[in-house]
């Protein structure tokens, strides 16, 4: 094997490959990087903006940073959050507290980091004591915490086109050229590549090892691929996570934990996993088991302290719970219809209802409930004879028709 992902990791801006709407002529990224180069020489490190780099495996975050640093000569200092540990940090930044040199800190999935990990990096980027970049795959937006964005420049890369791979693997064979016909194994290549040069990469490899003993057969290949571990990444957040959610709605519990764990084996966020399980139990349990919510919601916040590997635990807890529970959609279908009918009119608010109007009659001055006119629309909630829902709809029945004998 060439190990061809290291070998043409591109050294330089120029052999960056992709990403033109960042780093071609005048485009955003480039103009600070070429900024923040001048200001470099002049001991001004801080000048450059603290920037995550977010977008789709194999698109060149990691490449990027590592030009950034062997440009400008800088110390790189190179973490992944997925096995981050806070004190073996503090211990390597604490050498350059004191240092006119600045290190550059790359942190990769970044989107890995709980809060505390996150809170721990604001005052460093406040007083620009480190160059940074983050890298993900995940949008910062919904990963990152506010007080963390905003100390940060964001810039989305792109999946790599099958221009670039078509260029790619152009380098890779003008290097190494192959002893035997190539041509079906470099279309199967670019009809199959998902945008990751890395995924590229390592089954030209594969292809080119084989091709220097016999031809290369694409039954081979595919038979390789077929028994590689994990799943593309869309796979992951699409595919998997639907199926989790669908088998909890389902309340197969066992299919939802099978679905839970192919999520985590595949390296997935349990904040993403949590954050859908909250989604979940307000959509699709509601006021059946309301408990369901609060479960949920504490555990999008233990994850977000505690992740990997006890994160499972709690997720696992959750997902059982939220099986097991009676399923109502009623809160979902009631806000649905209701925001149907103002998208075409907005009623005018009752005189009654009004914030200095008169004749509006105190619920609590009447035992707690009487009856009066709130709207004429019509019913948006249809409850569902189930869970605590049941219980809910034979109180507020039972209540109303006590009210109405007793005023006629």
């Known amino acids: 094997m060439r190990n061809l992902i290291e070998q043409f990791r591109p050294k330089s801006l120029a052999d960056f490959i992709g990403q033109e709407h960042l780093l071609g002529e005048n485009a955003p990224l480039k103009l600070i990087l070429d900024s923040y180069a001048h200001h470099y020489t002049m001991k001004s490190c801080g000048q450059m903006p603290h920037i995550v780099i977010f977008g789709p495996a194999g698109s060149g975050k990691t490449s990027l940073a590592r030009i950034i640093a062997q440009r400008d000569n800088q110390v790189f200092l190179e973490y992944n959050a997925t096995n981050f540990k806070l004190e073996s940090l503090k211990k390597e930044l604490a050498q350059y507290r004191h240092s006119l040199i600045k290190p550059l800190l790359f ?7 709980n809060i505390a990990q996150q809170e721990f990096f604001l005052p460093i980027l406040e007083k ?3 160059c940074f970049i983050g ?3 995940e949008n910062p937006f919904f990963v990152l915490s506010a007080p963390l964005r905003s100390r940060l420049l964001l810039f989305e890369f792109k999946a790599l086109t099958r221009d670039n791979m078509e260029f790619l693997y152009q380098k890779v064979v003008a290097k190494y050229p192959p002893k035997h016909y190539f041509q079906h194994v470099k279309q199967w290549l670019l009809d199959r590549q998902d945008g990751d040069c890395r995924v590229f990469l390592r089954l030209l490899d594969i292809a080119l090892d084989i091709d220097s003993k016999s031809i290369v057969e694409l039954e081979t290949l595919q038979e390789i691929t077929k028994h590689s571990q994990g799943v593309r990444e869309n796979s992951v957040h699409y595919d998997y996570i639907s199926a989790l959610i669908k088998s909890i709605r389902g309340s197969d519990e066992n299919a939802a934990i099978y679905y839970l764990a192919c999520l985590i084996q595949c390296g997935e966020n349990p904040e993403f996993i949590a954050r859908r399980l909250v989604i979940l139990a307000s959509e699709d349990i509601g006021n059946a088991n309301p408990n369901a919510f609060t479960l949920s919601v504490n555990t999008m916040n233990a994850v977000s ?3 990997y590997p006890e994160a499972r635990i709690i997720l696992a807890q959750c997902v059982i719970y939220l099986s097991c529970s009676p399923k109502s959609n ?4 009631a806000i649905n219809m209701a925001l149907q009918d103002v998208q075409k009119s ?3 608010v009752p005189l009654h209802l009004c914030a200095h109007a008169q004749g509006y009659r105190y619920p609590h001055n009447f035992g707690g409930f009487v009856l009066q006119k709130y709207h004429q ?3 948006y909630v249809q409850y569902k004879n189930i869970g605590f829902e049941k219980t809910l709809q034979e109180w507020l029945m039972k209540i109303k028709t006590e009210i109405r004998k007793n005023e006629k």
Do not use: Q
Not at 107 to 112: C, M
Not at 330 to 333: D, G, I, L, T
């Open 107 to 113: 942190v990769d999935e970044i989107h890995r980091l």
């Open 128 to 130: 620009n004591e480190i």
């Open 135 to 137: 890298a993900s795959t």
């Open 305 to 307: 302290k505690i992740g």
């Open 330 to 333: 009623s809160a979902y279908s």
């Open 346 to 348: 907005i009623d005018k």
């Open 377 to 379: 629309g019509k019913e």
